[in-house]
Nanobody, 126 residues
């Protein structure tokens, strides 16, 4: 098992930026794909961005393309999501997740991620 703890959420005005961070502990972090998902009230959990174990493959959901950047530091067991040009529709609880597969590639499906953080709230005001 791996434990994930998110930080960095908060309230920001539209057009602003936030940086989310996820710190992992437990099993080997560097061999697993990591991803960020988000969930707004009344909506399904949505893939935001993912990064494979090496950091060389990155994927973004349509809502994140051109505005968000994912990165990881395997030495520090962290994965970050830099969010810019934020919009009110980005308001949601953001979750960090770890894929069960070792040395796999990024998957956008919620079900393949077996470890989740508690989530951090991001609120974008208009």
């Amino acid at each position: 098992q791996v434990q994930l703890v998110e930080s960095g959420g908060g309230l920001v005005q539209a057009g602003g930026s936030l940086r989310l961070s996820c710190t992992a502990s437990g099993r080997t972090f560097s061999t697993h794909t990591m991803a960020w998902f988000r969930q707004a009230p009344g909506k399904e959990r949505e893939f935001v961005s993912g990064i494979n174990w090496s950091g060389f493959s990155k994927y973004y959901g349509d809502s994140a393309k051109g505005r968000f950047t994912i990165s990881r530091d395997n030495a520090k067991n962290t994965v970050d999501l830099q969010m810019s040009m934020l919009k009110p529709e980005d308001t949601a609880v953001y979750y960090c997740a770890a894929d069960a597969e070792v040395y796999g590639e990024v998957n956008t499906t919620v079900q393949v991620y077996e470890n989740w953080g508690q989530g951090t709230q991001v609120t974008v005001s208009s």
